[in-house]
């Protein structure tokens, strides 16, 4: 493992590299994948995440790695597929690979495509943990990782959709710093390839004999200690010995007190089970007033879970509640006075520009 080469904060777009990757996909590799997860779902339920290896050709050009996608190995009939990640079936899609070769011998393997839960079209932390040692153990150093996630309404000029799923690209390896760089692919009719090697076979809930397991979002923050230090350090920099982080059993959270216009508002910031693709969630301690933007039970609603978010999951971390907890509770205090909430608070950037 690569210590020294990232934060451990995931999918943080790769800077300043020297030269671009290039991705050409098959035009019916889409068609092929949506085929393929329907069949999962169907067999195991929606909320199962599943993918495989993304199969093609690997060429330098100008410089830079340009990767053809032509083909896709299935997660295999012993992948461990859950809601969490999946674990491929590795016996399974190496010898499929060593089937195609024979047809095809410059073939290799080009990375993986996996679906995530919700919209989190980024790779998560478990993600680059696997997703650097896999890239450490090719011949090409750098390899192609495709995020799938369906019926997300978010566009972006990288994706490439197919009926009602989303498809994004990243290439990660020497050359990005192993960093993930977002990469438009460019969809060509550039042809399948196909094999007539063993059978599909049922999907078996036997653990796999892969190594290579990836997540739907991070483990628990309390077993990913460099995302915990992360937070930790963000906190410290932001409002110092002033906010404070308990554990009661498995629920870590932060304790603070807002201070506007000479109120104190106690508040606790709480991780959630599935963070951080999930945002953290501000309760105050304090029983609130009715007010337009609270949720049950004191909760501040900060944040749109369901539609466009400003929550970043590769990026933020709960330092940026508190700055979410300032401008709530200001407004707080301009409705109960004015009987209005500022409209302007929800354009508000939580970083300042």
Not at 6 to 11: D, I, L, P
Not at 114 to 134: I, K, N, T
Not at 184 to 199: A, Q, S, Y
Request: aromatic share 10%; charged share 20%.
């Amino acid at each position: 493992m690569r210590e020294e080469q990232s934060t451990g904060m995931a999918a943080e777009p790769a800077r300043d590299v020297a030269a671009h990757p290039g991705v050409i996909v098959a035009k019916d590799l889409p068609a092929v994948f949506y085929d393929y997860a329907n069949r999962v779902f169907e067999a195991r339920g929606r909320e199962t995440e599943t993918g495989g290896m993304l199969v093609g050709e690997f060429a330098q050009a100008n410089g830079a790695s340009v990767f053809s996608i032509r083909g896709l190995i299935e997660a295999g009939p012993n992948a461990d597929c859950s809601p969490e990640s999946v674990l491929f079936d590795a016996d399974y899609q190496a010898r499929t690979l060593g089937l195609i070769r024979r047809d095809n011998p410059n073939a290799g393997n080009m990375g993986c495509i996996h679906v995530h839960p919700d919209q989190m079209d980024v790779c998560s932390q478990g993600d680059w943990l696997a997703d650097v040692e896999a890239v450490s153990a090719s011949d090409t150093k750098a390899l192609v990782f495709a995020i799938v996630t369906i019926d997300n309404p978010r566009p972006s000029p990288f994706s490439v959709t197919y009926q009602n799923f989303k498809f994004d690209f990243f290439v990660l390896g020497q050359e990005t710093a192993y960093q993930y760089l977002p990469v438009r692919p460019v969809v060509k009719d550039i042809g399948l390839i196909h094999t007539t090697g063993e059978p599909r076979g049922a999907f078996s809930p036997v653990t796999a004999t892969g190594e290579q397991r990836h997540w739907a979002w991070g483990p628990r923050l309390l077993n990913d200690k460099r995302r915990l230090v992360a937070e930790v350090r963000a906190m410290e920099e932001r409002y110092g010995g002033r906010a404070a982080l308990r554990l009661e059993g498995n629920n870590l959270y932060w304790e603070y007190v807002v201070v506007e216009s000479g109120r104190h508002f106690p508040i606790q910031v709480r991780y959630p089970r599935r963070y951080p693709l999930e945002p953290p969630r501000i309760v105050s301690l304090l029983p609130l007033p009715c007010s337009p933007h609270q949720m049950q039970d004191n909760e501040l609603c900060w944040t749109n879970r369901l539609g466009k978010c400003e929550w970043n999951p590769a990026r933020d971390t709960a330092a940026v509640c508190i700055t979410a907890a300032h401008r709530w509770f200001a407004c707080l205090l301009v409705y109960l006075t004015l009987g209005k909430w500022p409209d302007q608070a929800d354009e508000e950037p939580l970083y300042p520009v």
